[in-house]
């Protein structure tokens, strides 16, 4: 009897767990308002979508808009289109996840859209050019963008009475200026790998020509040529850097620079609020990276830090629509630029913050390009080579880095390479 | 001769040892107390007590990683499997014990769910995620299932060998008296297996409570985080204050150090018995 | 007669008990194994539509340079770390069952790490190893302290290896000790009439008779240290220079993260391969080492 007894509670307990998680995993359904769900991936910005979502659902008696934004932004979206289960709407950047996405056709044609109008052509066209092979329509609205160049320590260059460089030499004339003062110039922080495309997308847009990773596919021009005054200049940085940038992260490098560790990062914008969560009291500069010896040869790279893609599976287009009219307000638009410092892609003159004003300029005359890691496979994780190329120290470490670059190039999109031979081939006969 | 005296030396180098174990704790503890201010690079700034012991970072900590949701989930999940394991695993472990000495069959299934302790997890998450999925185990359900699935190679492995140590007779003379196979069991069987059962429970839970992959791939969005998952999320996005990130940290670790702390004897005695009875 | 009708009877529970346990196994064990290994001839990226691209995924692996670092990496990782963690956890179990003080206060303390998770574990060392260590170096002023040892594309590996064997030793030394109070006191004392020094007693004594716990270990040990995963994200993330990328950390982070579902699932189809292999092997050999004495 006692055995049972024991059996029994056991048995008990299990069956308890197991109705209390029903009661948990099964939510109630009585509503009957449209639902959208927005998945955007810049957990960052979690506040700014909560009050998106918390103002959508006030002003909308019928639809009930759900924002979500996971961490692992990219691993969680490609786990649920591995398993099939589709958002209504995801907000992702203008990169490669957005090209494979698109590739695979899992997007909505939204040209009948007519907020679309209201969008910087610069912008719609950088989408454009992330078409693996061209397509007919329109598949994003790109909402914010960034840019990348130097931030820079506005208080301690008054201090010094530094100027902002013009040109690669007068830069490099600062960095030993600021060096000599007893000052670090820059900060690195290459342990987060990716942080080694700051640099590189600001030296590869002023260097390199914007269609290179196009050309070296259709077998154009290669890497080795096109990269090699990037990666020359890339690893000259180091000179000025922290005396061992793989041992701090990107958190790392924003804490240091909000403490006034070094001069100056070369990161994008989108690293100002992070900065200022670790002293909001600093008063951060940006200018565009002078890569060049000719000033007007510098262009201020600028790609689209968030876009808004409907999915293909989407079952009530107009109610998505009212949430991209609803997003694309500037009102609506300001609450996030406020939380990021970004730019709008729009058109309408909104008002840029205050550590951007030097960009200004060249954001008003479109004087930008795309970044070029935006057109990078992830798979291939060119990041990783730029810190392996900037860690060795043989000789030839340049002609290594750029011979792999241009090997694994044609390795990691070998069958886009042989989409777009075919489709040419076909183009021709 | 058989009277040693005490080993002082012995002695003194382990508890000097300790201080490998210990000082990563420490560090974690006075980290967790101090403020971003007094986060210093020279040495005695680093080793020093935090100026006040307030509890400001554990009450922020608790509000951004939504603790108390995760350590819920945690414990359903890890209360959930521990159950089940020991419920499922020990009648597989019955089953496949008793038989496997006479029947090639059963000798078979032994082998092939143990084999199963060599299939690295990498290999199945792809296909695990999308089968779940269309199963509608994207939940802790599903999460609870996988757990029982993957911890049954090493339980029923324990089990079995556990059983060797049990007389056949014990059963039969209960089923003399007329009970059924499933009644024997559970009344002779399941209690005498009471010592394995710990040794599976402990086992159980101390790899299901900090297994991160597992979750990070399974749990859908909405379905919540477990502890050691919410560190990982909270890595991206309050990275910048080391002082905030290690409260959390310290926070993650309480629950499962308290019980250690209450049944360190059970625990050690539990997991030294699936070492010589398995 | 009537007895074989109830054996019958028996036989038909017992089966009844053991199939939907075997049903569960093979639906969330098998099956997905099964369908890993049909991805693999796949250039499937996770999403969208696929081609059948054959054997070329297992041709690419053997002339993938990244991939060999990682293999490279992970039984560098995983070799060093059997063997310091067996080493270490001998030593730390003989000490434990010497005739010491506060004996279980010191064994509870031992254990600790092990109940901790490898994910906050990783993250609190890689504060130790980026800031502390190096401001212990500068304050001592000793040169290679004061550099974080996971920046470094030679030596990152040693920092995952420090935190994996610190936190695997607790179970091996467990283990161990389980073992060794399996030893009859009466052979120990026979080996002292003998004269026997201290590394001879243990040498043809304790660890003869500790053999069949040495096996157990070593294949539980070398499989653990062949999966790292937690210790890589937390730690290093594959870096510097993909100096530390593993196996599991390769699949998840290109086969989930980046569009290499196919291509990864040929390297998940190898890497059990090779676990397998390697299991078999070291049982044979241990099996063969205790025949042997």
Not at chain 1, 76 to 92: A, E, N, S
Not at chain 3, 139 to 145: D, K
Not at chain 3, 195 to 220: D, E, H, Q, R, Y
Not at chain 3, 255 to 261: C, E, V
């Amino acid at each position: 009897m006692k055995y049972k007894l024991w059996q029994k509670c056991t048995a008990a307990a299990g069956v308890l767990t197991l109705l209390c998680m029903q009661g948990c995993t099964g939510g109630p359904a009585e509503n009957e308002k449209i639902q959208v769900e927005l998945v955007q991936y810049k957990p960052e910005a979690v506040a700014a979508f909560e009050e998106i979502e918390h103002r959508f659902n006030e002003e909308h008696q019928n639809i009930e808009l759900t924002i979500s934004s996971p961490n692992e932004a990219a691993t969680v979206l490609k786990t649920r289109f591995i398993r099939g289960d589709y958002p209504d709407i995801i907000g992702i950047g203008g990169d490669m996840d957005y090209a494979n996405f698109l590739d695979a056709e899992m997007f909505m044609d939204i040209s009948d859209w007519e907020g679309l109008d209201a969008i910087k052509p610069v912008y719609r066209e950088m989408d454009k050019a992330l078409e693996l092979i061209p397509k007919d329509g329109v598949y994003a609205v790109p909402y914010a963008a960034n840019c990348s160049g130097i931030l820079y320590n506005k208080e301690m260059f008054t201090e010094h009475g530094w100027e902002i460089p013009k040109t690669w030499s007068e830069f490099i004339a600062l960095c030993e200026q600021i060096q000599s003062e007893g000052i670090q110039p820059l900060y690195a922080g290459y342990k987060d790998t990716w942080t080694c495309y700051g640099p590189w997308n600001a030296l590869a847009v002023g260097l390199a020509d914007p269609d290179v990773c196009e050309d070296v596919s259709a077998g154009k021009t290669t890497f080795s040529a096109e990269y090699a005054e990037t990666a020359e200049k890339m690893k000259l940085l180091l000179q000025y850097t922290e005396p061992n940038p793989y041992a701090y992260g990107y958190n790392d490098a924003c804490t240091a620079f909000a403490r006034g560790q070094s001069a100056m990062y070369v990161i994008g914008s989108f690293a100002i609020a992070q900065i200022l969560s670790a002293n909001p009291e600093m008063n951060i500069g940006a200018f565009t990276f002078p890569a060049n010896e000719d000033e007007s040869d510098n262009i201020l790279t600028s790609g689209i830090d968030l876009q808004f893609s409907v999915m293909k599976d989407c079952e009530n287009k107009a109610a998505v629509y009212a949430v991209l009219d609803f997003l694309n307000r500037d009102d609506i638009i300001q609450i996030y630029l406020d939380n990021q410092i970004a730019v709008s892609c729009k058109n309408s003159g909104m008002e840029i913050h205050q550590q951007l004003s030097e960009m200004k300029p060249y954001l008003d005359s479109e004087r930008v390009s795309d970044f070029h890691d935006h057109h990078y496979p992830s798979e291939m994780s060119v990041d990783a080579m730029i810190q392996t190329y900037l860690i060795d120290t043989a000789e030839n470490s340049a002609e290594k880095f750029l011979k792999s670059f241009d090997e694994n190039w044609i390795r990691y999109n070998r069958d886009l390479i042989r989409r777009m031979n075919e489709r040419k081939e076909g183009a021709e006969q | 001769m058989k009277k040693r005296t005490t080993n002082y030396m012995i002695t003194l180098l382990l508890v000097l040892g300790c201080i490998t174990v210990l000082f990563p704790l420490y560090m974690t503890i006075i980290i967790a107390f101090k403020q971003p201010a007094e986060m210093t690079n020279d040495i005695g700034g680093v080793l020093a007590f935090p100026s006040s012991w307030s509890l400001a970072n554990f009450a922020e900590a608790i509000r951004v990683t939504d603790f108390w949701h995760s350590l819920f989930n945690s414990l359903i999940i890890t209360v959930a499997t521990i159950v089940l394991s020991i419920l499922i695993h020990s009648v597989a472990g019955y089953v496949i014990g008793r038989n496997m000495m006479e029947k090639k069959s059963y000798k078979f299934l032994y082998f092939y769910i143990v084999s199963g302790m060599f299939v690295p997890f990498a290999i199945l998450m792809m296909p695990l995620v999308k089968q779940t999925s269309e199963m509608g185990l994207d939940n802790r359900i599903g999460v609870i299932l996988l757990y029982i699935v993957f911890y049954m190679p090493m339980n029923v492995m324990l089990y079995s060998g556990y059983l060797k140590n049990i007389p056949l007779a014990m059963e039969e003379a209960a089923e003399m008296d007329g009970a059924s196979t499933w009644t024997a069991y559970w009344k002779v069987l399941f209690p005498m297996m009471a010592p394995m059962h710990a040794t599976v429970a402990i086992l159980t839970a101390l790899g299901t409570w900090n297994d991160v992959m597992t979750p990070l791939v399974i749990l859908s969005g909405d379905s919540g985080t477990t502890l050691p998952l919410a560190q990982l999320n909270f890595q991206t996005q309050f990275g910048t204050n080391y002082n905030l990130a290690f409260a959390s940290y310290l926070l993650a670790l309480i629950p499962i150090l308290i019980f250690y702390i209450i049944c360190q004897k059970q625990i050690i005695n539990g997991v030294a018995n699936g070492a010589v009875k398995g | 007669m009537k007895k074989r009708k109830s054996m019958n009877h028996k036989d038909r529970t017992f089966l009844l008990m053991i199939l939907p346990i075997v049903a569960i196994f093979f639906l969330f064990n098998t099956l997905p194994l099964i369908r890993g290994a049909v991805y693999s001839f796949t250039n499937y990226k996770g999403y969208g539509s696929y081609d059948w691209v054959g054997i070329r995924n297992y041709i690419d692996l053997f002339t993938d340079i990244r991939v060999g670092k990682s293999y490279l990496f992970t039984f560098k990782y995983a070799v060093s770390g059997m063997i310091l963690v067996n080493v270490i956890s001998i030593m730390l179990a003989l000490a434990l069952t010497a005739k010491i003080r506060i004996k279980s206060t010191l064994r509870g303390i031992y254990f600790l790490p092990n109940i901790l998770g490898g994910l906050i574990v990783g993250y609190i060392f890689s504060f130790i190893f980026t800031y502390i260590i190096p401001s212990i170096g500068t304050a001592l002023n000793i040169g290679w302290m004061q550099n974080s040892i996971l920046a470094s594309e030679r030596y990152a590996w040693i920092g995952v290896l420090i935190v994996g064997v610190w936190q695997a030793v607790a179970m091996n030394t467990i283990i161990y000790i389980s073992g060794l109070q399996t030893i009859p006191a009466e052979i120990y004392e026979a080996g002292m009439i003998d004269g026997a020094g201290a590394w001879k007693t243990f040498s043809s004594l304790t660890l003869p008779m500790l053999m069949p716990f040495v096996s157990i270990n070593l294949v539980v040990s070398t499989k653990n240290m062949l999966m790292v995963f937690d210790q890589i994200v937390s730690l290093t993330k594959g870096g510097p220079a993909q100096s530390t990328e593993s196996i599991s950390y390769l699949i998840y982070r290109n086969g989930m993260g980046g569009g290499q579902f196919g291509f990864q699932s040929a390297n998940a189809v190898i890497f059990f391969i090779v676990i397998v292999a390697i299991s078999l092997c070291q049982m044979w050999m241990t099996n063969k080492r205790e025949e042997q004495l």
